[in-house]
T-cell receptor, first 114, second 109 residues
Framework: KAGVTQTPRYLIKTRGQQVTLSCSPI?????VSWYQQTPGQGLQFLFE???????NKGNFPGRFSGRQFSNSRSEMNVSTLELGDSALYLC?????????????FGAGSRLTVL | GQNIDQPTEMTATEGAIVQINCTYQ??????LFWYQQHAGEAPTFLSY????GLEEKGRFSSFLSRSKGYSYLLLKELQMKDSASYLC??????????FGAGTRLTVKP
């Protein structure tokens, strides 16, 4: 059974550009969550999608957006990149987001903003 | 607001026992999770608690007290491969999962 796949694994952008990251969940998983991980802040919750609907959103500016497709694949977009957006972006999937459902994480997309 | 607090770093000796604490104040509670993350890798699931008490899984145990907003992860018979970050996470009322900043554990010979 394939795990959670994130692409690209590494990318370098410059300030002001925009970036799109992709996440393919485990087959059958309908919930996809996105997190930003930085050394000082740990994992910060960005948003969660279930059946193409955003169900939860963290405290990030509107420059951060996402969507989920009918096959449960998800993308997140960051516009007008800032230096502080440099981080590891982790995607996690689960069957649903309720109760004991465990998040399974992808390897992440490491974004460097110059 | 939501706060999930855990120590930043801990050091322990191979073969010993270490307890990593986590305190939380969140909007609702639908379970507490512990994850392990080795450097450069994705977090992996260790344990889940939703009721008060101790859950044991091999060398790892996790405890929860909902009234105190407190959990701990207990690692026994420490091995060098246990050197990693340990993340405490709480699932809130909206079923969103929020993480603490993580505790970096170093196991020394």
């Amino acid at each position: 059974k394939a795990g959670v796949t994130q692409t690209p694994r590494y990318l370098i952008k410059t300030r002001g550009q925009q970036v799109t990251l992709s996440c393919s969940p485990i087959s059958g998983h309908r919930s996809v969550s996105w997190y930003q991980q930085t050394p000082g802040q740990g994992l910060q919750f960005l948003f969660e999608y279930f059946s193409e609907t955003q169900r939860n959103k963290g405290n990030f500016p509107g420059r951060f957006s996402g969507r989920q497709f009918s096959n449960s694949r998800s993308e997140m977009n960051v516009s007008t990149l800032e230096l502080g957006d440099s981080a590891l972006y982790l995607c996690a999937s689960s069957l649903t987001s309720a109760g004991a459902n465990v998040l399974t994480f992808g390897a992440g997309s490491r974004l460097t903003v110059l | 607001g939501q706060n999930i607090d855990q120590p930043t770093e801990m050091t322990a000796t191979e073969g010993a026992i270490v307890q990593i604490n986590c305190t939380y104040q969140t909007s609702g509670f639908n379970g507490l999770f512990w994850y392990q993350q080795h450097a450069g890798e994705a977090p992996t699931f260790l344990s889940y608690n939703v009721l008060d008490g101790l859950e044991e899984k091999g060398r790892f145990s996790s405890f929860l007290s909902r009234s105190k907003g407190y959990s701990y992860l207990l690692l026994k018979e420490l091995q060098m491969k246990d050197s990693a970050s340990y993340l405490c996470a709480v699932r809130g009322n909206n079923n969103d999962m929020r993480f603490g900043a993580g505790t970096r554990l170093t196991v020394k010979p």
